[in-house]
C-alpha cells in the first residue's frame, strides 16, 4: 500500500492561488488530485499519467489548474490559480498501479487523509 500525505490547504480568497503538494515514502506511477464536498461525490480534478506526464483535467478547473509531479521526490503537486468559491472542498491526492492516465475513481487504490482548501468570497 503506498502511504500519501497531502500539505498546502487553506483558506484564501476568491481569486488567490494555492498549492498543494503530495507526498509519498514509495515508488507511484500514475496520480491524480481529487476533491469532495459534503453530501456529494468525490470528483476528479486532475490527473497525470507515469510515463509520459500527459494530463487531464475537469472542465471546472481547465486554464486554472496544473498539475505536476517531481519523480525522484515522489511528490505530487496541484497549482491552483483564480481560485473561486466552488472550489471550496477537502482535495485528495491518489495513486493508481497503472502507467497509464487514469480517468476514473475506481482507477486508483490508495488515497492521502485529505487537505481542505476553503477559499472565501
Known amino acids: 500500500q503506498v502511504q500519501l500525505v497531502e500539505s498546502g490547504g487553506g483558506l484564501v480568497q476568491a481569486g488567490d492561488s494555492l498549492r498543494l503538494s503530495c507526498t509519498s515514502a514509495?515508488?507511484?506511477?500514475?496520480m491524480a488530485w481529487f476533491r469532495q464536498t459534503p453530501g456529494k461525490e468525490r470528483e476528479l480534478v486532475a490527473a497525470?499519467?507515469?510515463?509520459?506526464?500527459?494530463?487531464y483535467y475537469a472542465d471546472s478547473v481547465k486554464g486554472r489548474f496544473s498539475i505536476s509531479r517531481d519523480k525522484a521526490r515522489d511528490t505530487l503537486y496541484l497549482q491552483m490559480n483564480s481560485l473561486r468559491t466552488e472550489d471550496t472542498a477537502v482535495y485528495y491526492c491518489?495513486?493508481?498501479?497503472?502507467?497509464?492516465?487514469?480517468?476514473?475513481?475506481?482507477?486508483?487504490?490508495?488515497w492521502g487523509q485529505g487537505t481542505q482548501v476553503t477559499v472565501s468570497s
Open positions: 491518489a495513486a493508481s498501479p497503472s502507467l497509464t492516465l487514469i480517468k476514473y475513481k475506481a482507477g486508483y487504490t490508495d
Open positions: 514509495d515508488r507511484t506511477f500514475s
Open positions: 497525470i499519467d507515469y510515463i509520459r506526464n500527459d494530463t
